[in-house]
């Protein structure tokens, strides 16, 4: 593997985590202390689908990058010993 | 050199990597030997073996990371201790707040502060009761403005306390030299400037990234302790905040200390293989996982727990500092690896 072509992991993994922190602000703003049940049952339904959404990109885009890297490393590092 | 990591070990590594357990005893020999391979950028207590806390708790510098002093402060405001010192006008012990406004200071910049609600801050616009003329000039407008700025007035009051110029029963100094002082001890950047009063005078000022302005409300070109009334903004803070002098010189070393940080953490930042090569979008993200608990994620994943259960955030879902960590410590060995 090249720099540049770890290097384009990095950004993919960096793109995910930006998300991710934009998802987990959304997060953060939910209001669970709403007096109508109505509007809690919206709030946890919100929060399902943004820790839905924050799980998707660590399982589908986050971890094959550095499962992908891991195993390169790995891989380095048997041939320099 | 130990090396811990490999393929037959990602399965679980990676499996436990976003969970939410604590780290385990081998991740965290595994990032310890990661760290060591690098002693020229994470210092030889990684490589003789020894978590240092340093990086885990450095503050994101503004430019690089969501949290600046500014929205540590902000945050402190809308939290819970915050509010219960704020509604006991007359507690001014220190107990759990102090420890807690510090910790929080340190680790905000872990990314669990809680947002700030419009609501809880001040307008800008509006007028600050404290921007008055402590000498001459007295009746005239003082165009100063440090509303929302609790970090500003504590920094310019400070830096004015420890200089040996005076203006009078006043400690001074140029609006040049408290600039250069507050960016250098606290990394609170201004830019020197005029400013006019509604009488039209021409005032020497600072005026602060977040547009608050403190001006030279005698007109005699110095910036000094008589330009603002500076012991009811103080009392104010300590009131709200819950501090008595003894706390409030804990907190203002706290921001010393985060400034001195921040430039370590720059000069870290700036040596990491490839980072100079990102683009300037993906620069912030890198740097919020190296100050996300890059030396002991231990350390880091519970002081992220602590301050997120103090600052009433919810967890759900969220990883942890030293996840962070791990991605990127590996992203650094590929990148060395690499042809």
Redesign the interface.
């Known amino acids: 593997m090249t720099k540049a072509e770890v290097q384009e992991r990095m950004l993919r993994v960096l793109q995910a985590m930006k998300e991710e922190e934009e998802l987990k602000a959304q997060l953060l703003q939910l209001d669970f202390g709403v007096s109508r049940a109505g509007e809690v049952d919206r709030a946890y339904r919100r929060q399902k689908e943004l820790l839905g959404a924050i799980e998707l990109i660590r399982s589908e885009r986050v971890l094959p990058v550095l499962s992908e890297l891991a195993a390169f490393v790995a891989e380095a590092k048997a041939k320099s010993a | 050199m130990t ?1 811990n ?3 037959s070990s ?1 399965p679980i ?2 499996g436990e ?2 969970g939410s357990a604590p780290v385990s005893r081998d991740q965290a020999e595994a990032a310890r030997s990661l760290l060591a391979m690098f002693p020229d950028v994470f210092g030889s207590a990684a490589q003789a073996g020894q978590f240092t806390p340093t990086p885990s708790y450095l503050p994101a510098p503004p430019g690089y990371g ?1 949290r600046s002093l500014e929205q540590a402060f902000e945050t402190l405001r809308s939290s819970p201790f915050h509010h219960h010192h704020h509604h006991r006008h007359h507690c001014h012990g220190q107990g759990p707040n102090l420890d807690g406004m510090l910790m929080s200071l340190q680790v905000l910049f872990l ?1 669990a502060a ?2 700030v609600k419009a609501s809880e801050i001040q307008s800008s616009a509006q007028t600050d009761k404290f921007a008055v003329h402590e000498a001459c000039r007295t009746g005239k407008d003082n165009p100063s403005n440090l509303n929302n700025a609790d970090h500003i007035k504590l920094a310019i009051y400070s830096e004015l306390n420890r200089s040996s110029d005076t203006r009078g029963a006043y400690k001074a100094l140029t609006a040049e030299e408290l600039s250069k002082r507050l960016e250098e001890d606290y990394g609170i950047k201004s830019e020197v400037t005029t400013v006019k009063s509604k009488e039209g005078d021409e005032l020497k000022a600072l005026k602060f990234q977040n547009g608050q302005v403190f001006c030279d409300g005698a007109g005699d070109g110095k910036l000094d302790t008589g330009d603002y009334n500076f012991k009811g903004a103080i009392d104010d803070i300590k009131e709200r905040y819950g501090l008595d002098d003894a706390g409030l010189e804990k907190v203002d070393q706290a921001m010393r200390d985060g400034a001195t940080r921040q430039r370590d953490f720059i000069k870290t930042l700036e040596g990491l293989p ?1 980072f100079q ?3 300037e ?2 620069k912030p ?2 740097a ?2 190296l100050s996300g608990g890059l030396a002991d994620p231990n350390v880091a994943e519970r002081s992220f727990r602590e301050a997120a259960g103090m600052l009433g ?2 967890q ?4 942890g500092g030293g996840s ?1 960590s791990y ?1 990127l410590l ?2 650094l ?3 060395q ?3």
């Open positions: 090396q990591f490999s393929v990602a590594y990676f990597l976003f969501p990314g809680t947002p490839g090569q990102l683009p979008d993906m993200v890198y919020q996982m955030v919810r759900e879902g969220q990883m962070y991605a590996l992203m060995q590929a990148y690896f690499a042809n």
